[in-house]
């Protein structure tokens, strides 16, 4: 396995001063992550040149600068959910709107426009916590199992098997996979995500069961298994945020 080198730059840009951790290591593209503390990391390919590498950051400073901005005025994170009517979440791609609703039974329902939180005490807080999270765990293990189940069609006859699916928090990637396990992880944010945005990230995974590296016929599989495969990833990486 080769060493990753990794460094800290510091950039002056027309939108402010930037710094980020840089990692160099065996890969193709350059990529950009941005965490929710604020914390900007760039990998880019042993073959890429500083000056390249400081020019893709200056082109996403705007980018980089807003999202920084975001995290730093939202006090309230998804993690620290109220659970009150009028409450706005993502899921798949969309803002859905929370209802909160007394019941004599407690579940959530989704009608495609309100996510409705029925309970039995609407100010117990731990309780429409628990059943929501609860709720969106099993629509990540639903929509994410569907979704392999439809992509491993087309990878039956590299004789790749079907996949355990396995769901976590990741804090600095989309999806990782065990091949000689058979296993698929995918990061439950995901479910944020359109759904061509999850279906790349299968794909991805999927081909690593084939090419278990990022090498030219990794990527030209991808390529033929989906071909818009990168706008697919641009949106992603611009509409979530690690």
Not at 54 to 73: E, G, L, P
Not at 205 to 227: A, D, G, T, V
């Amino acid at each position: 396995m080769k060493e990753v080198s990794t460094e800290t730059r510091k950039l002056c840009t027309e939108h402010g001063e930037i710094v980020f951790t840089l990692e160099i290591k065996d890969i193709k593209n350059i990529n950009l992550r941005i965490r929710h503390n604020g914390e900007v990391y760039v990998s880019a390919p042993i073959n890429a040149s500083k000056d390249t590498i400081d020019s893709f950051v200056m082109r996403k400073s705007k980018y980089i600068r807003n999202a920084i901005d975001s995290f730093r005025q939202n006090d309230i994170s998804k993690y620290d959910m109220q659970y009150i009517s009028g409450e706005n979440v993502t899921f798949l791609g969309k803002n859905i709107r929370i209802k909160v609703k007394k019941d004599t039974e407690e579940y959530v329902s989704y009608d495609g426009i309100f996510i409705c939180i029925h309970v039995k005490r609407p100010d117990y807080y731990n309780c429409k916590k628990n059943l929501f999270n609860n709720w969106l765990n099993e629509q990540c293990d639903k929509i994410f199992s569907e979704i392999i189940k439809d992509i491993h069609e087309r990878f039956a006859h590299y004789n790749v098997p079907m996949p355990e699916l396995r769901l976590r928090n990741m804090t600095s990637r989309w999806g990782s996979c065990l091949p000689n396990k058979g296993i698929i992880t995918l990061n439950k944010r995901l479910i944020e995500a359109p759904k061509n945005c999850i279906e790349y990230v299968v794909y991805h995974e999927l081909c690593h069961f084939i090419h278990p590296n990022h090498s030219k016929q990794f990527y030209s599989l991808l390529q033929i298994m989906l071909p818009d495969w990168k706008n697919h990833k641009q949106i992603l990486e611009n509409s979530l945020l690690l």
